[in-house]
Nanobody
Framework: QVRLVESGGGLVQPGGSLRLSCAAS????????MGWYRQAPGKQRELVAA???????NYADSVKGRFTISRHNAKNTVYLQMNSLKPEDTAVYYC?????????????WGQGTQVTVSS
């Protein structure tokens, strides 16, 4: 099948930066949209940023101007550069991808990586 593996989370002080990576592997013919979601304790999972195969991007209002999503299509990898981090960015961040497998588009999720912004 398809596996998404995230990396790059951790503890950072307010105002700091982190870069998340998510690599997809497995029976991939092509990947359409890829994105990052996050879920804070007691809150619903929310979209942070998304990017199409043509590199069109979409961001949550709360991260515009601070976060940048990008992808490397040949490596089936999506990145999230997070700058000027705030305590309210603390959450588990999940990678998501719409993957074409054997003629069918399926939605896949990574296991999540913790981002904690605290002094």
């Amino acid at each position: 099948q398809v596996r998404l593996v995230e990396s790059g989370g951790g503890l950072v002080q307010p105002g700091g930066s982190l870069r998340l990576s998510c690599a997809a592997s497995g029976s991939i013919f092509s990947i359409n949209a890829m994105g990052w979601y996050r879920q804070a304790p007691g809150k619903q999972r929310e979209l942070v940023a998304a990017i199409t195969s043509g590199s069109d991007t979409n961001y949550a209002d709360s991260v515009k101007g601070r976060f940048t999503i990008s992808r490397h299509n040949a490596k089936n990898t999506v990145y999230l550069q997070m700058n000027s981090l705030k305590p309210e960015d603390t959450a588990v961040y999940y990678c998501n991808a719409d993957v074409l497998v054997r003629g069918v588009v399926n939605d896949f999720w990574g296991q999540g990586t913790q981002v904690t912004v605290s002094s």
